[in-house]
């Protein structure tokens, strides 16, 4: 079974518009983590936000928060007043205190379009 | 931003040839981490070090051997270079003390086998 599910291959949003980008996730630890990074055409890869599974808020990082349900193992990431540069591609990856490497396994990934 | 550098940035080889590609960290992080990204595959772990000379296999690790001889080096060998291995490969490092680090990403190589 799939790890992280990304169902949105791809996004499009009017700028300065919210937009939520799903990710559901599928674990059997009760500690976890999960993480949002952005991926622009130049391609690298940049950190976003992590919620932390015993986190009771949710993560806020300025423009971005993670909508965290736990029961629905769902993490979905809202991005508020969506930016021209907000275009990008968005993987959700999730890492689970039982793996010794410690490693994170990602979703497929969503293209987010910002249009003007 | 944490100092990662992948080398060389992009490459074009011919099937069969062998290709190292190199990861340098300048933060002294435990942990290093290969990756290959695929379109509609996200990334997906090829091999991990947990420390100098401790390395393990990840998801995809068929084809390809690793070595850290090093803290701050790691490196990904593919002894015999094929077409499937064509993508695009990240470094990454995390601290790995506990908690749930995020794991920082050097800038990827682009590798090409024709």
């Not at chain 1, 990304?6 to 996730?25: H, I, S």
């Not at chain 2, 993508?87 to 003390?97: K, L």
Request: aromatic residues 12%.
């Amino acid at each position: 079974a799939q790890k992280i599910t990304q169902t949105q291959p791809g996004m499009f949003v009017q700028e300065k518009e919210a937009v939520t980008l799903d990710c559901t996730y599928d674990t059997s630890d009760q500690s976890y983590g999960l993480f949002w990074y952005k991926q622009p055409s130049s391609g690298e890869m940049i950190f976003l936000i992590y919620q932390g599974s015993y986190d009771e808020q949710n993560a806020t990082e300025g423009r971005y928060s993670l909508n965290f349900q736990k029961a629905r193992k769902s993490a979905n990431l809202v991005i508020s007043a969506s930016q021209l540069g907000d275009s990008a591609m968005y993987f959700c990856a999730m890492r689970e205190i039982h793996d010794s490497a410690r490693q994170l396994t990602f979703g497929s990934g969503t293209q987010l379009t910002v249009l003007p | 931003d944490a100092g990662i550098t992948q080398s060389p940035r992009h490459k074009v080889t011919e099937t069969g040839t062998p290709v190292t590609l190199r990861c340098h960290q300048t933060e002294n992080h435990r942990y290093m981490y290969w990756y290959r990204q695929d379109p509609g595959h996200g990334l997906r772990l090829i091999h991990y070090s947990y420390g100098v000379k401790d390395t393990d296999k990840g998801e995809v690790s068929d084809g390809y051997s690793v070595s850290r001889s090093k803290t701050e080096d790691f490196l990904l060998t593919l002894e015999s270079a094929t077409s499937s291995q064509t993508s695009v490969y990240f470094c990454a490092i995390s601290e790995g003390r506990g908690g749930l680090n995020e794991q920082f990403f050097g800038p990827g190589t682009r590798l090409t086998v024709l």
